[in-house]
């Protein structure tokens, strides 16, 4: 008899559910705090991954919208609030400053952050944007990630360290080319002129007083 109504199994019924109520557990970036409490000294471990949004880049490089972060944090409750440490790591999408080939990486650092609770001194003490808040029971670790990673992102990404560029004679990436290409000295001292006297080969109308015969002879 009680098998045939089992309470804690079959499908929800969403009638139970506040209809269109928001589930905070849903997004991965919102950690729960209830589980750690308040209890200065107490510590949770996290593990998770979280999509990256839209907006992580800057000109060259960035985390692709949707790709996955990967947070390994530490949680622990202080007296202000609850102190966050440990890694982010985010994969990387961009291209070489020097050669513009495409770059693929993974960024990943180190962070640590006192996120406060309403009420405390830290936060009764800090300017609005000096310090990040702890939202009822929950701490939003997006912020926090997008501002790390975004000032961590070389503005001036390279696909090596000794990656040598273009060749400025004819563009392709001198580290396709091999080691003794160049272009023919000629070409430079020509290069030299037509910088210095216009374009060469076309026939300047009228430089006055240069010429020394006059076509109408
Ligand atoms: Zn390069
Ligand atoms: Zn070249």
């Known amino acids: 008899m009680s098998a045939a109504s089992p309470l804690r199994s079959g499908a929800p019924s969403s009638g139970l559910r506040p209809q269109g109520a928001r589930r905070p557990a849903a997004n991965p970036w919102r950690v729960d705090l209830r589980e750690l409490g308040r209890r200065a000294g107490s510590m949770q471990e996290l593990d998770r991954t979280a999509p990256a949004p ?7 490089v960035g985390v692709p919208a949707g790709t996955e972060v990967r947070l390994r944090l530490r949680l622990e409750s202080v007296m202000e609030g609850v102190l966050v440490s440990g890694e982010i790591a985010a994969p990387l999408t961009g291209s070489c400053a020097r050669c513009l080939e495409p770059i693929e990486d993974t960024l990943s650092l180190h962070v640590q952050e006192l996120y406060a609770y309403a009420g405390s ?3 009764a003490t800090s300017e609005e944007d000096e ?3 702890i939202e009822g029971d929950y701490l ?3 912020p926090l ?3 790390s990673i975004v000032l961590a992102l070389p503005l001036a990404p390279v696909c090596r360290d000794d990656c040598a560029g273009l060749c400025v004679d004819c563009g ?3 580290d396709d080319l ?3 290409h160049a272009h023919e000295v000629v070409d430079a001292r020509w290069a030299g002129l037509a910088a210095k006297f216009g374009t060469p080969s076309t ?3 009228g430089a006055p007083g240069e010429s020394p015969t006059t076509e109408e002879n």
């Open 145 to 147: 990630a997008r501002d």
């Open 54 to 60: 839209e907006d992580w880049r800057v000109e060259l």
């Open 203 to 205: 026939s300047s109308p």
């Open 121 to 123: 001194t830290t936060e």
């Open 131 to 133: 310090v990040r808040r």
């Open 172 to 174: 392709q990436r001198l």
């Open 140 to 142: 939003d670790l997006e």
């Open 178 to 180: 091999p080691a003794d």
